[in-house]
């Protein structure tokens, strides 16, 4: 993500995943010999949205499968694998909570990219998206031949939506972009290798995208919330006014 | 009756805040929740930054001047919990400065004790230090400019005075009851002013009130505006605020300015939060506010600024109290921490109100905590568990402004307005004769 921010202003779908299939398949090993396939297979097994409010978390189960004859050529000490959750404008990730080594001390690395501000509503922000580095070695030096899982639970939190007729904003978070990464040996110096999924073999998880509903501000209020405000606001300032002229112990003495 | 010396009150306090502090260190190890506030770990990234030569504007969120994070620079080579030890010991000031203000105006032994307890054994006070959030600093210096002012020591005060506007610009609004308060029949050049003492007998007070109170003190600035405690008050304050800036700026530049002044200055939020005008803010974020909607909003604001400053100045702290109030009660935006700016002055009237604890003053505790716990009620269901509940949290604002209102016309109404100064023996025979 830091190499796609420094060629990108702001994260777009489209963007982000021609920089994936292009910039990134550029930097796949070089010099490796063509039948060399490692059989990566990532996939999204399960991902659900967790609590309730405008804090929760998405639950992402995700399965690694390597074809066996693979494994042993393969560094698994060396080998880490990358989970990109990219955010739409209305959710965040704060990069506070993700320090927090309480809850992530399993992760090698998490960062958050793009639009960081907390406090900015969802129209008045910019798309962000989450990067975790997941060590692999154990899990590939043990893998069983339905593969092994990972599974991830990262903090969201809703922005302040645009309004909404219903009183509710709807919004989808759809599966993470994954990818494995390892540091092999080539022909002349050890290079970092990536390995994803191919894409006509990509398995279908079994929920895609999932939706938060978020509670959203109502133009219908718009008008009498106004007057009633400022109304309550001008009360106020009349009863102190008048306490402090005429209640308290500064009366004028007419002596 | 309490019998415990103030020395004792002290370390208690002290004990028990470094305990905190201890505890607080390990939840935030062990526990899901933190004990520690956002932003003390905002400060500490900040003063890291500085301490490696960089801008702590680097920091996003670091909206403090860079004073802040020098002053947390220990935090990265003598421990984490540097600053919450620092602003702890800033609490613990507070209650001192307390007491040496009470004592100074002859206010009983008891009554003092009691007043430090307020602040000192306040659940919302002692946490905020110990959770790492910088006002008691600010509180510390506000009570110790009084300390000057009662002393008559207007060059340190008006130095004081120019660091916390630079620090917090919220004491601003202090500026023109302190200059109102630089009387000249109080203030005279090379003598010490003449405190009026507490009594407990609110007939004598008022007395007292009417003797000096002839006048509305419009009147009184416009007669005798320009004097020298005055000019050297504004002068030295002045500079101060505009070396500290101008020294910033420049260090750090527009950044500078821009988070640490004009964004406190302009500061909106459409995020709910305790004023009345967050749903407003919220529901016309979209579209840029007229400049009648702005005025509209900014008025309530100013007219009962100047007139609490008019009506009470010269009970500067009566008046530091009701001025803070009201200011934190119709500012656009307010969170839990502004509280503490009238905390550490309302132990500093309390003996001066004629208000029992029974049943009265409990009426008035039960009715600002009853109004706030109301409002995060619903804050609750909307921020924690989903439902749209916008408006009820909007009139939620509106009774938490509504029990404000009422408890501070309440406290007007029960305050033994007193100077705090009285007038010199010669200016009172000149002036009978």
Request: aromatic fraction near 14%.
């Amino acid at each position: 993500m830091k190499s796609y921010f420094e060629n990108y202003e702001s994260l777009h779908d489209s963007s982000f995943e021609d920089f994936m299939a292009h910039q990134l398949s550029s930097s796949l090993c070089q010099g490796i010999p063509d039948n060399w396939n490692v059989g990566v297979r990532l996939s999204v097994r399960e991902l659900s949205l967790v609590g309730e409010g405008s804090h929760r978390h998405l639950s992402s189960s995700i399965r690694l499968q390597i074809a066996a004859a693979s494994i042993p050529k393969l560094p698994a000490h060396l080998c880490e694998v990358i989970v990109i959750q990219r955010l739409p404008l209305g959710v965040f990730a704060d990069p506070f909570e993700l320090q927090n080594p309480h809850k992530h001390k399993a992760f090698r690395d998490i960062a958050v990219f793009g639009d960081t501000n907390l406090e900015l509503p969802s129209f008045q922000s910019n798309r962000s998206a989450v990067e975790f580095h997941i060590d692999a070695g154990f899990n590939i030096l043990f893998m069983q031949n339905n593969g092994t899982e990972f599974n991830l639970l990262l903090p969201l939190d809703a922005r302040y939506q645009p309004l909404d007729e219903s009183g509710y904003s709807v919004v989808e978070i759809g599966e993470p972009d994954m990818l494995m990464r390892c540091s092999v040996e080539g022909k002349q110096h050890k290079q970092s290798c990536l390995f994803m999924s191919p894409p006509n073999e990509k398995a279908k998880s079994t929920s895609a995208t999932v939706a938060w509903k978020i509670p959203a501000g109502m133009k219908a209020h718009a008008g009498f919330l106004s007057v009633i405000t400022f109304v309550t606001a001008l009360l106020s300032t009349l009863s102190i006014v008048y306490a402090s002229m005429f209640l308290s112990g500064t009366k004028v003495s007419k002596t | 009756m309490i019998s415990l010396k103030p020395r004792s009150i002290l370390l208690i306090s002290a004990i028990f805040r470094v305990g905190l502090i201890l505890v607080g260190e390990w939840q935030d190890t062990h526990m899901e929740v933190r004990y520690t506030d956002v932003d003390y770990l905002v400060f500490s990234d900040a003063a890291s930054l500085m301490a490696s030569g960089q801008s702590p504007y680097k920091r996003t969120t670091y909206r403090y001047s860079p004073l802040l994070a020098f002053l947390l620079i220990p935090n990265s080579f003598i421990s984490r919990c540097w600053g919450k030890f620092l602003f702890s010991a800033s609490d613990l000031f507070v209650g001192l400065f307390i007491r040496i203000i009470l004592k100074q105006r002859k206010v009983p032994d008891d009554l003092c004790t009691y007043s430090m307890l307020i602040w000192l054994f306040n659940p919302f006070t002692f946490t905020i230090g110990t959770r790492g959030n910088c006002e008691p600093i600010v509180c510390a210096i506000i009570l110790w400019i009084i300390i000057c002012l009662i002393n008559g020591n207007v060059v340190q005060a008006a130095f004081w005075y120019g660091l916390i506007v630079h620090f917090r610009i919220y004491p601003i609004i202090y500026v023109l009851p302190i200059v109102i308060f630089l009387d000249p029949r109080f203030f005279r050049y090379g003598t010490k002013p003449l405190l009026s003492d507490w009594t407990s007998d609110p007939g004598k007070a008022r007395q007292i009130n009417s003797e000096l109170i002839d006048k509305c003190a419009v009147c009184d600035v416009w007669k005798s505006t320009f004097t020298r405690s005055r000019i050297l008050f504004g002068l030295i304050s002045g500079t101060v605020f505009l070396l500290c800036t101008g020294f910033f700026f420049h260090l750090y530049g527009w950044e500078f300015l821009h988070e640490a002044l004009l964004y406190h200055l302009t500061r909106t939020d459409a995020r709910h939060n305790f004023s009345i005008y967050f749903y407003h803010i919220y529901l016309n974020y979209e579209r840029e506010l007229s400049v009648l909607e702005k005025l509209v909003s900014f008025l309530p604001q100013f007219i009962v600024q100047l007139v609490l400053i008019l009506c009470f100045a010269k009970d500067l702290v009566f008046c530091f109290f009701v001025q803070t109030v009201a200011f934190v009660a119709f500012n656009k935006v307010i969170t839990a921490q502004y509280f503490v700016w009238f905390f550490c002055v309302l132990p500093l009237i309390l003996p001066w109100s004629n208000m029992k604890l029974k049943w009265k003053g409990l009426c008035c505790i039960l009715l600002w905590m009853g109004a706030q716990t109301h409002w995060l009620l619903w804050g609750y269901l909307l921020e924690f568990k989903g439902k749209n509940v916008f408006l009820q949290l909007w009139m939620a604002s509106l009774l938490f402004l509504a029990a404000n209102t009422f408890i501070l016309i309440v406290l007007i109404r029960h305050h033994n307005y007193g100077p705090v100064f009285r007038q010199h023996t010669d200016l009172k025979t000149t002036k009978t004769t």
